[in-house]
């Protein structure tokens, strides 16, 4: 075959393709309403999947922002026995002396704090009660929880040792405790005690954390221990860790269970009696979640392209029965089975990219207007794009196929002769 033969057979498939393609959207024109409604199934199915891919995403982002902005390297201990691990009688405390042995027997271990929690409300002088979260720590506290200091300092070890009634506050707290005045060697008051400020950090990036770090406040755990929790024994709720390298993590971790099992006085078929969380882990295992909560998501929305396929599938046949003299009229000016399944298959595939694009538009429009007033985190992302066009091909193609299988071998003349007992049977019964 010569060059210019390739070039003209091009053009004819260009322009039978044209031609299916206008035939398809003169028949689905023919009937606005039903094509609408039918529409309207993939417009829903389309649009689940792209929104709740992009809720899905967003949450697992979500949640790494969380983890990373807890701190760098981190490594927390707290008492209590660990998901999988099967429980025994009774299970031991932990003290804040354990920091300090953890961090003379492990190498790999950069810093350690005593972490003790309390929840309460905070005043100024001039300002109503502010709702806080207090952290008592000590003075590594504000580099294992990748903060930086604004003005002022941060807990000092004397204020440790001498449980100081010192306070460091948070840049929202500071902001909604003194407005515009410098808070450094003001006080403020928590359940009828009077703190001195001696420190604001600045403004922690913590967008992806569920509660805002900003509306914390820093004390020595042994302030919030005697004076808050009105508690003078060593017992704390955990131990914040950060180790000197992120691929040290998994290494620290062992030494710290074999540490700490040592330390409970544990024998070699204990169960471990405390829960070791690390940000190496707990990223796992918030991906994993996220995964299986964004699979879930991914099946509703498939349901409801399933049922908007079905409802394709449906008209597309009621379609077919009513076209059936066309379809012989077709056939008889030289039209094939090929051509006639190609046409349904345009058909189908036409108004499940109406359909569908439709449905991207406002699965992207959607949760980005939701995310506005709700505060939820969306991700759009050019996969989820790319798999929402896929399936729509897919649906077209899985659910056009029979419809235009069936009219490729209609047969108009049996199928007249059909049609024409049936009604001189109802006339008969009439």
Request: glycine residues 8%; positive net charge; charged residues 20%.
């Amino acid at each position: 075959m010569v060059p210019g033969s390739f070039i003209t057979v091009f053009k004819v498939n260009q322009m039978n393709t044209i031609l299916l393609i206008k035939t398809a959207i003169k028949s689905l024109l023919h009937h606005k309403g039903r094509s609408l409604l039918t529409a309207l199934g993939i417009i829903i199915g389309i649009g689940s999947i792209v929104a709740l891919i992009a809720i899905g995403k967003g949450a697992e982002k979500k949640i790494q922002q969380s983890i990373l902005a807890s701190g760098t390297n981190f490594i927390y201990i707290s008492p209590g026995w660990p998901p999988e691990t099967k429980r025994g009688k009774d299970v031991k405390k932990i003290y804040a002396r354990h920091a300090d042995i953890l961090k003379k027997l492990c190498p790999t271990i950069q810093n350690t704090s005593p972490m003790v929690y309390h929840g309460s409300k905070i005043k100024s002088q001039n300002s109503s009660d502010f709702d806080t979260h207090i952290n008592g720590c000590n003075e590594s506290g504000m580099q294992i929880s990748n903060c930086k200091i604004y003005s002022g300092t941060f807990i000092q070890k004397h204020h440790v040792q001498q449980a100081s009634k010192v306070i460091v506050l948070c840049k929202e707290t500071a902001n909604s405790l003194f407005k515009k005045v410098d808070p450094i060697g003001k006080m403020v008051e928590i359940e009828k005690t009077v703190f001195k400020v001696i420190g604001v950090l600045d403004k922690i990036e913590s967008q992806g954390s569920f509660n805002d770090r900003n509306k914390e406040c820093y004390m020595p755990y042994t302030t919030v221990k005697k004076y808050l929790k009105l508690s003078f024994n060593d017992v704390v709720n955990g131990i914040f860790i950060s180790t000197k390298r992120a691929e040290l993590i998994p290494e620290t971790v062992r030494h710290i269970t074999k540490i700490m099992r040592m330390q409970h006085k544990l024998e070699e078929n204990d169960p471990t009696d405390f829960t070791i969380f690390d940000q190496q882990g707990m990223l796992k295992a918030a991906g994993k979640a996220s995964s299986t909560f964004s699979l879930f998501l991914l099946i509703v929305a498939l349901i409801a392209l399933l049922i908007g396929g079905i409802g394709v599938m449906n008209i597309m046949l009621v379609s077919v029965g009513e076209r059936t003299q066309e379809i012989g009229i077709r056939m008889a000016v030289g039209a094939n089975e090929k051509t006639i399944r190609m046409q349904f298959l345009f058909e189908a595939l036409t108004l499940c990219s109406i359909g569908g694009i439709i449905g991207l538009i406002l699965g992207v429009i959607i949760p980005i207007i939701a995310s506005k007033f709700t505060g939820w985190y969306v991700v759009i992302t050019p996969s989820s794009i790319f798999t929402a066009a896929l399936t729509i091909i897919l649906v077209a193609l899985i659910f056009g196929f029979y419809p235009a299988y069936k009219a490729s071998k209609l047969n108009p003349r049996s199928e007249e002769r059909r049609v024409g007992k049936e009604c001189r049977s109802r006339r008969l019964q009439y």
